[in-house]
């Protein structure tokens, strides 16, 4: 059975709840203030099996327009439309409010049903025909079934469920191959089940006993059992109207608005990129403008930027960014509708291009409108490189491509895969990355090596793991070492030990020289060699020149750091830390002065070697003497 949403759209009491509840059997008006004024004040639900084994969820939403953002909330996931005209009245206001939206959500299919022609005679009926067609003209609903119907005498009703029939065949099943989002409409309690929330199921597959998340509150939830169109079932797909029966949840923490979704997929937002279409009877806005904004059952407050331009005309399109005051959970491609902050009249919509840009201030540059025309109108393969390129060093992990783009997974994956073949993008362990990021990473590892060989030419290099602090540039230590290792790959770099230098650098030629004489002179000194405070007036060279050829001397094997003033020959340390041992062992606790005397050394030497000793876990100070660490 395939699961079709059908949404009803026009203006009040035009008959749109009769014309369900004569369809259906069921009174999509629930609340008692509803039934006693005879109109819709909130979003009801219905549904309808089709001759063809097809079924349709029913969202009838009201036709005030005091309630349009109730009305918004119910159509954002719909696949197709009734448009609702009464005959006694034609078209009105929400009339051609609730088309205009449906225009900018860009919902396809739909069928305008002429209620209320008991109320007629054949000769308006005509009349409202004729006008209706007029009215419909250059909209999805151009050549669209119109049947005149009586939700009162039933006439009509089954040649309207025929069409209905014919239309929901012609539409394509919603993806369950993709990540579970349900907007949530409605949040209620059931005694005995505990809190429980509605939604249409925009994409995936929900499970009982699936661990769920709750954004924009981040809230973690576990799916106790769920029912689609009244039945109990283990799992409802895209496409259904859906109960979810959440475990542990207090109902007052969730409301119409919140999104559940699969977890670790996806991150609300309060800045997106995106494409606005004005309606031509809308007004003039300017960078600035304050807004409501409306992506399914969301609503949020915010400004918006018009990219390239200070203001948009009725009619117009641009490119513009939203400052939201809330956080919302959207993906590219997702359909919005934009609304006045005051008066709350529909000014456009449009879709959702970049659901975590970066904070660009370049708003109006070429480049940058160039990348919003590519994720409006590029192929997928460019759509998804784009908006991880925007990520820059801190790429995107795998999981969480999923969560920026609405299609299916295995679309995804095939177009990440290209991606990386092509070598566009670059794959880190589960962390893509786009591979223009190298080029600018490149240029400064490559010139942090050339300036410390210009400040250090007796050092072979730079120790590969302390370039990485000097960078100006963040990026994680897996993409630091893939570029080190591309580079020394290319020639461009070359590994000396630990050290990275230009590939071809030598060091200044009386290094192995200075060296030499160092090690000689510690090695000369036995247990009380020089210090290296002492070394510049000894071999007649700079401070600068000793310090740097003591860095070399720390990775030599035949010496010992003690500490940066202290460097022995490794054997007689070695030596020394062995007879320690044995004492110790013997005696089970040494003083200074018995350690001085053990070392053959004096106490300016002797304070440091101990330590040493303890900062390499061998001794620990108890009092004024030293034991063995247990």
């Not at 739909?110 to 022609?117: C, M, N």
């Not at 770099?493 to 009386?510: H, I, Q, R, T, Y």
Request: charged share 25%; with cysteine; net charge positive.
């Amino acid at each position: 059975m395939k699961s079709i949403i059908l949404g009803t759209a026009g203006h009040i009491d035009h008959g749109k709840s009769s014309l369900v509840k004569a369809l259906t059997g069921i009174d999509p008006d629930r609340w008692k203030e509803e039934k006693e004024r005879g109109i819709t004040l909130d979003l009801g639900f219905a549904f309808l099996d089709l001759p063809d084994n097809n079924r349709l969820g029913i969202v009838d939403v009201p036709g005030h327009e005091g309630l349009i953002k109730n009305m918004l909330a119910g159509v954002g996931g719909i696949d197709m439309v009734l448009l609702v005209i009464a005959a006694d009245e034609g078209v009105m206001p929400q009339t051609r409010e609730h088309l205009a939206i449906c225009d900018l959500l860009q919902i396809k299919k739909g069928i305008i049903a002429l209620t209320k022609i008991d109320m007629v005679d054949q000769d308006w009926l005509a009349l409202v025909r004729n006008d209706v067609r007029a009215f419909v003209k250059g909209t999805f609903l151009e050549t669209a079934p119109l049947i005149p119907v009586s939700s009162k005498t039933g006439e009509n009703l089954s040649l309207l469920v025929k069409e209905l029939s014919t239309l929901a065949n012609k539409i394509s099943p919603r993806s369950s191959n993709s990540i579970l989002r349900l907007p949530i409409d409605r949040v209620f309690t059931i005694k005995g089940f505990g809190t429980v929330v509605t939604g249409t199921l925009l994409s995936g597959t929900i499970n009982t006993e699936q661990e769920v998340e709750i954004f924009p509150k981040g809230i973690p939830a576990k799916v106790r059992g769920i029912q689609s169109h009244n039945q109990t079932v283990s799992q409802a797909i895209a496409g259904q109207r859906t109960a979810v029966n959440l475990q542990s949840i207090e109902k007052d923490r969730l409301s119409r608005g919140d999104t559940l979704v699969s977890t670790g997929f996806f991150k609300p937002t309060t800045t997106l990129d995106a494409k606005l279409v004005l309606l031509k009877q809308s007004r003039t806005i300017k960078t600035g403008t304050r807004i409501r904004f409306y992506n399914t059952t969301q609503e949020a407050l915010g400004r918006i930027i018009v990219h390239g331009n200070s203001d948009l005309g009725p009619g117009q399109e641009a490119y513009v960014r939203f400052q939201l005051e809330q956080p919302v959970v959207v993906q590219h491609g997702d359909r919005y509708i934009l609304r006045f902050l005051s008066p709350m009249e529909t000014l456009g919509g449009g879709m959702v291009l970049n659901s975590h840009p970066q904070k660009n201030s370049k708003y109006s540059s070429d480049e940058f409108l160039a990348t919003l025309k590519n994720l409006e109108t590029g192929d997928r393969e460019k759509q998804l490189a784009l908006l991880i390129q925007d990520k820059g060093f801190d790429g995107i992990e795998h999981d969480q491509t999923y969560g920026i783009i609405a299609a299916e997974k295995s679309e995804i994956a095939n177009a990440l895969a290209a991606l990386v073949k092509k070598g566009i993008l670059l794959r880190i362990n589960t962390q893509y990355i786009h591979a223009s990021q190298m080029l600018p990473l490149e240029k400064e590892i490559i010139d942090r090596v050339s300036i410390h060989h210009q400040n250090n030419p007796l050092q072979p290099g730079i120790d590969k793991e302390a370039i990485k602090s000097l960078l100006e540039i963040r990026a994680s230590d897996a993409l630091l070492s893939m570029v080190i290792e591309n580079l020394i790959r290319m020639k461009r770099l070359a590994m000396e030990g630990c050290f990275l230098k230009l590939s071809g650098f030598k060091p200044a030629k009386d290094h192995e020289s200075l060296k030499r004489k160092i090690i000689e002179a510690i090695k000369q000194g036995g247990n009380q060699p020089p210090l290296r405070e002492e070394f510049p007036g000894l071999l007649s060279v700079s401070e600068k020149e000793i310090r740097d050829m003591f860095k070399l001397i720390t990775n030599d094997d035949q010496i010992t750091r003690i500490n940066d003033s202290l460097y022995m020959v490794s054997d007689i340390v070695e030596s020394i830390k062995s007879a320690l041992k044995k004492y110790l062992e013997e005696k089970k606790d040494i003083s200074m002065s018995e350690f001085r005397d053990l070392a053959k050394t004096s106490r300016k030497f002797a304070v440091p070697l101990m330590e040493y000793f303890d900062s390499q876990k061998l001794t620990q100070r108890v009092g004024d003497k030293r034991v063995l660490r247990g």
